[in-house]
């Protein structure tokens, strides 16, 4: 299995539903976040652009979190998501220097936290918070090697981009158009 997530950018509308879903789900500390909503206006006036995008951890194939922990606290789990073991975290925060998507905070108790796909819920058969409160649907996560999922859908029916592909982190979210 390989989990991943596809946001169908032209779906989302920017309410920041998700936002406040993964706090209260995760109980994500204050001043800190897992996801958040980037909004870019491109073009010039009156030809304009606006993207709308719910970003996060990207779980990516080529982390440089997980190849710099010093410890393995930052580790793959079998379906492909990137995780965090706390009791394994000293803290040392290499891996939120060397994340470039600064997906990554200390958590109060000294260990390092962000996303996790909320694993928690999807080994239960449920949605993510973000993709269970999203009202308009922009938000699937699911098995991409799995032809009939959603994201394998919509996969190989829209165009698809990933965030500062550049930094070589290969992320498993994407952005579909
Ligand atoms: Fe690691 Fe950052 Fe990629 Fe998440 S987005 S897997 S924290 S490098
Ligand atoms: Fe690993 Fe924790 Fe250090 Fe991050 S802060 S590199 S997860 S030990």
Known sequence: ?????????????GCEA???????EN????GAYRDWVVQETRGEYPSLELTI???RCNHCSNAPCVANCPTGASHYRGDGTVQVDRDKCTGCRA???SCPYG?????????VEKCTLCVHRLDRGKPTACEEVCPTSAIATGDRGDRGSVVALRLRRGTASVVT??????PNVSYVR
Do not use: L, N
């Open 165 to 170: 592909p550049e930094a070589g982190t290969e």
């Open 27 to 30: 109980h994500v500390p204050d």
């Open 103 to 111: 997906a990554r905070y200390v958590a109060p108790e000294g260990h």
């Open 53 to 55: 995008q719910s970003q």
């Open 95 to 97: 891996c939120i220097a």
């Open 18 to 24: 998700c936002v406040v879903a993964c706090k209260t």
């Open 1 to 13: 299995m390989r989990r991943v997530m596809v946001i169908d950018a032209r779906r989302c509308v």
